[in-house]
């Protein structure tokens, strides 16, 4: 394993957006029994999430968390030089969503613009994209997008992912500082061999949409969907989290010489709450350094470690520098995590669209 590390570069503020739809666990999908959702919303700790209606994309909830991001922090959307876009649901096949995000933010025909087509992990891989073209491009400010409308893949009664997936968008600010302090250390992992174990089987090039995989079945996990939508194998999932990503942090760990007792905050994605406090404890972390935005948000794929840092940043940061370990992990299987001092930054309330 190798790691990266970026130094003269900090994140200056983050902005999170939802929709405004609620979703309760606990009163709504009446196709389930009142029973089912309670042993569900126990087991997931999603008790709530945020449903985008068709006419919002991924790219409209980030549009508007980067206006507010650009407006608190008084940037000039000319000064962007990059935007970095981490969904799983573009607007189009083609082009980049990141493309038609530069003409509606208003930046320059000379931004660099590219999306990176990954979920739970985005956020993290999307940093080092961030981090690698401001020290190895000379680049100075870039725009950060991550996002995701996972409600659009699920089948509405599809009870193995329609608890959890919810929709939310995120704006990130990543500045050069000069300042060698300043310092983001990141490193990434990826098992392709794996990758069926969360993935939509049929619409891509591979296996393309037709009447047959439109066609909704009931399948042997319960579940209720067809080959368009989305499928996740829990308990692969599940065991890969366990295991393979708390390896991978510990190790992380380890050669930069951390304990648990060195970070003030361990911020997760937010894949379901009985997995992540698993991670927590064989990591010893006490649960008090774990914020969570599952609660009320779901799993908001690429969006949910930002989206955690917005929800709880009041308490999380109320002065100073904190010391933070984020890690996204899933879709892919594909896995980072990060080491990142966030100082006092701008991080409004999170906007409903």
């Not at 394993?1 to 009163?27: C, D, E, H, W, Y």
């Not at 962007?80 to 573009?90: D, G, K, R, V």
């Not at 990543?174 to 174990?197: H, K, P, Q, W, Y």
């Amino acid at each position: 394993m190798a790691k990266s590390t970026f130094k003269g570069i900090a994140i200056s503020g983050i902005a999170g957006s939802v929709p405004k739809n609620k979703i309760n666990n606990l009163t709504d999908h009446e196709f389930c029994s009142e029973d089912e959702r309670k042993k569900i919303v126990e087991l997931t700790g999603a008790h709530e999430y945020r449903k985008a209606p068709p006419e919002i994309c991924s790219s409209d909830l980030c549009e508007a968390a980067a206006k507010e991001l650009m407006r608190g922090l008084n940037v000039d959307p000319k000064s962007i030089e990059a935007i970095i876009f981490a969904t799983m649901t573009p607007d189009y096949r083609i082009p980049s969503t990141a493309c038609i995000l530069q003409d509606k933010l208003g930046c320059p025909i000379s931004t660099v613009a590219f999306d990176i087509n990954m979920g739970c992990s985005g956020f993290v891989v999307g940093l080092y994209n961030a981090c690698a073209l401001i020290q190895g491009g000379g680049l100075k400010r870039i725009l950060l997008l991550a996002g995701d409308t996972q409600s659009k893949l699920c089948h509405d009664q599809d009870k193995t992912v329609v608890f959890l997936l919810g929709d939310g968008g995120s704006a990130t600010l990543v500045e050069a500082t000069g300042t060698s302090e300043d310092s983001i250390v990141i490193e990434l992992m990826t098992d392709g061999s794996r990758f069926n174990s969360l993935f939509v089987p049929a619409g891509g090039f591979r296996y393309p949409s037709t009447k047959i995989t439109r066609e909704v079945k009931e399948q042997a996990d319960g579940g209720l969907r067809a080959e368009d939508d989305i499928y996740m194998d829990g308990m692969e999932i599940f065991k890969f989290s366990s295991t393979d990503v708390v390896k991978s942090i510990k190790n992380f760990m380890e050669l930069g010489q951390l304990s648990a007792e060195d970070i003030d905050f361990f911020i997760m994605h937010q894949a379901n709450k009985f997995m992540t406090d698993k991670i927590a404890r064989k990591l010893k972390f006490p649960l008090e350094k774990v914020p969570y935005s599952l609660r009320v948000y779901g799993n908001t794929g690429s969006a949910s470690i930002p989206l955690t840092i917005v929800h709880n940043y009041d308490a999380m940061i109320p002065s100073g520098k904190n010391r933070c370990l984020l890690s996204g992990f899933g879709v892919g299987l594909s896995w980072g995590v990060a080491d990142i001092v966030l100082n006092q930054i701008y991080c409004p309330p999170v906007i409903e669209c």
